[in-house]
């Protein structure tokens, strides 16, 4: 398991900001589906300014996955070892950890990098997603 970019200390914390994320869109908006929620308005957002995809780093796939499970397709291409190692445990996990990442990209990375360090050894990682590429 990679321990990499891990946005929570424990399975606990990152239960608690999902339910705390869920309760605040359903008082805010009154929408209970937050995976739903957040894959078209990811969708909407990559879509009009796909180089954003990069923001998601080691997570893209996982995000990727969401969306295309929730009807909004950008290709085919996937990483599986990423897909397996960012995704939480349940859709709503996932683009909770994504979006920490997202704030931690900005704050951390130049616009548009896709080199990412692994792991204490030190190894590289680079986002490749043809298709994503293509669109910026």
Do not use: C
Request: no cysteine; proline share 1%.
């Amino acid at each position: 398991m990679l321990k990499s970019f891990r946005m929570f200390e424990s399975q606990e914390d990152w239960d608690a900001q999902t339910a705390d994320t869920q309760e605040k869109l359903k008082q805010n908006s009154g929408f209970s589906d937050l995976a739903a929620f957040g894959a078209k308005l990811l969708f909407d957002r990559i879509t009009e300014r796909p180089e954003a995809y990069a923001e998601f780093g080691v997570y893209w796939f996982a995000v990727k996955d969401v969306m295309a499970r929730h009807g909004y397709h950008f290709g085919d291409t996937m990483d599986e070892e990423m897909l397996a190692e960012y995704r939480g445990k349940t859709d709503v996990h996932t683009l909770i950890a994504a979006e920490k990442f997202k704030e931690f990209y900005r704050e951390n990375y130049f616009e548009n990098t896709t080199h990412f360090t692994l792991e204490q050894d030190g190894r590289e990682w680079v986002l490749n997603d043809p298709e994503m590429a293509a669109r910026v």
